[in-house]
């Protein structure tokens, strides 16, 4: 079964570094596109990054170019989001996916505040 662990939230101050972190299970890690979501209360979880099964194509939303580069590490079955320059707007849950599986982790969140 596919299962989706991520790593790597917490508090920081706007401005800050993040760097989170999907451990992947249960699928052939390789041959998947994978991504990273977001969602706040209320509204619907967006995708903001995502990885082709072979590097390096990559798309960022709009949102976040510029400042969250998405990497993947298929030997190690992980795949990681880079976020700096972080502002009030990205707190949030993070999740990570392979957007063709129907399974989702728990998320981590993210809160930037001063």
């Known amino acids: 079964q596919e299962q989706f662990v991520e790593s790597g939230g917490g508090w920081v101050q706007p401005g800050g570094s993040l760097r989170l972190s999907c451990a992947a299970s249960?699928?052939?890690?390789?041959?998947?596109?994978l991504a990273w979501y977001r969602q706040t209360p209320g509204k619907a979880r967006e995708e903001i990054a995502w990885?082709?099964?072979?590097?390096?194509?990559?798309t960022i939303a709009d949102s976040v170019k510029g400042r969250f580069f998405i990497s993947r590490d298929n030997a190690k079955r992980m795949f990681y989001l880079q976020m700096n320059n972080l502002k009030s707007e990205d707190t949030a849950v993070y999740y990570c996916?392979?957007?063709?599986?129907?399974?989702w982790g728990h998320g981590t969140q993210v809160m930037v505040s001063s």
């Open positions: 249960g699928f052939a890690f390789d041959d998947y596109n």
């Open positions: 996916t392979a957007p063709s599986l129907s399974a």
């Open positions: 990885i082709a099964s072979t590097e390096p194509t990559t």
